[in-house]
Structures are given as structure tokens and as C-alpha cells.
């Protein structure tokens, strides 16, 4: 894989696998979509709001993993300055920060007949409320700072202490007393989903993962773009200012 940290290369292969993804995304959404909203039953508690866990699990996944993501491209770029590193981490901040969003008004949605309340001070519901704002605040971050490597480099540090928010989130329904419930896919001892439920549920993780991807790939190749850009403007503009010097 080493061969592709070279962003040439890597553009050719993302030009390559994104229009098989794009289409894979679509299909998923599409079975996904039929299941959720047609094929599986209405909650005998929550009745038809039950509906939202297919976008908002989806999400709220999505919001840990993406930002693991970063955080361990944030280490590739400080420890192995790989080429390709910072320019992921940037590339997926924007897309990891609308899917916590997500998961934040979904989560809203669904805890107001539940909860009676549209947002409680819960422990897991404050912890991905911090988690979208050290997105927003890697993005602010990033967008403070001119020289875009010393901006990825305090952007990484940064990010890879904000880590820790990732474990608080996926173990605080185990560690407080939260109205949150707790894990009920990925199990010691089984998923307590019925199958009615849980296969439309990962069919929809499936698509929302896939168009993740999608959308980082393309994200990534736009930053790649743009900072080509950038340095082909640095470039004329220091040649445009040796030229002057030397006709003095």
C-alpha cells in the first residue's frame, strides 16, 4: 500500500473504486431503505418513531469511527509524516462533523416521545455533543492557520488527545447512570435485536459506512487539488517576484 501514499497514484486508484462505491452505496440505500421503512415492524413501545434508529445508529457510529479515523491519520502524519495523512484527517473533519450532527437531531427526534424531552444532560448525549465540537474546533483550527503544515501538525496533536472522548462515549452508558440504553448489537452474548429489526439496521450502517467512504475519497482528492493549486500559485508568484528583482 506504501505505492499509493504517492497522491498521484492515489488519485488514479480513487478514480478507479469510486464509481464501484458510489454504486454499491446506492444499492445498499436502496435495500436499506426498502427494509427499514416497509419491512420491518413498528416498535410495540416506541411505534413508528422507532424508525429514526436506522439514521441515527448509523450516525452516531459513523461520528466515533470517523473521528478514530483522524485521530489515527493524525498519528501517521506526526510519527511516519506519511504524505497522505493530513490531507485524510482535513478531508474527513467536514463529513465526520455532519454525520454527529446527525446523530445529534435523530437522537433529539427520538428521545422527545421517549424522553419527553428533546435533550437531557446524559452522559452519552453530552459526550457526542463534545465530540462535534472538537470537530467543529479541528475544522476552526485548520482554517486559523496559514501554513498548512504547521497547521496539520497541531491539528493532529489535537485531535489524537481528543481521542480519549471516543471511549467515554461508547463505554459511558456502562459507566453512569444514563437514560441512554446500552449496547444492543455488538454483544458478549448475542445482538438483542430481533432479526425483524437488526438486518435492515446493519443493511443501513453498510450504506451509510460505504457512502462515508465515498465521500472522503472525494473530499480527499479535492485537497489534493487545491493544495496543487495552491503551490502552482506560490510558484508563479515567486518567479513573478525573482523576475522583478532581476530586471532592477
Do not use: C
Not at 464509481?19 to 413501545?45: C, E, H, K, R, T
Not at 457526542?128 to 497541531?154: N, T
Request: net charge positive; aromatic share 12%.
Amino acid at each position: 500500500m506504501q505505492r499509493f501514499a504517492n497522491p498521484t497514484k492515489f488519485m488514479s486508484l480513487a478514480d478507479a473504486i469510486l464509481p464501484w462505491m458510489i454504486a454499491l452505496a446506492a444499492s445498499l440505500f436502496a435495500v436499506g431503505l426498502y427494509l427499514a421503512f416497509f419491512v420491518a415492524p413498528a416498535d410495540y413501545q416506541q411505534g413508528e418513531t422507532v424508525r429514526i434508529m436506522f439514521i441515527h445508529v448509523p450516525s452516531a457510529w459513523l461520528a466515533m469511527m470517523g473521528y478514530s479515523l483522524i485521530a489515527l491519520s493524525s498519528i501517521g502524519s506526526l510519527i511516519w509524516r506519511h504524505p497522505l495523512a493530513d490531507v485524510a484527517a482535513k478531508a474527513a473533519l467536514p463529513i465526520g462533523a455532519s454525520f454527529t450532527l446527525l446523530a445529534l437531531v435523530t437522537g433529539a427526534l427520538w428521545g422527545k416521545p421517549m424522553w419527553g424531552a428533546y435533550w437531557v444532560w446524559d452522559a452519552r448525549l453530552t459526550s457526542v455533543l463534545i465530540l462535534f465540537l472538537l470537530y467543529i474546533g479541528l475544522i476552526a483550527l485548520w482554517q486559523a492557520i496559514e501554513d498548512p503544515s504547521r497547521a496539520g501538525r497541531v491539528a493532529a496533536i489535537l485531535a489524537i488527545v481528543g481521542f480519549v472522548n471516543v471511549p467515554i462515549i461508547k463505554f459511558s452508558v456502562d459507566w453512569w447512570n444514563t437514560l441512554h440504553q446500552g449496547a444492543s448489537v455488538i454483544r458478549l452474548d448475542g445482538p438483542s435485536i430481533h432479526p425483524s429489526i437488526l438486518i435492515p439496521l446493519l443493511v443501513m450502517t453498510a450504506a451509510f459506512t460505504t457512502l462515508y467512504f465515498v465521500l472522503v475519497l472525494i473530499a480527499m482528492k479535492t485537497e489534493i487539488l487545491r493544495r496543487r493549486v495552491s503551490a502552482l500559485q506560490s510558484a508563479r508568484a515567486g518567479g513573478a517576484q525573482a523576475s522583478a528583482v532581476a530586471a532592477e
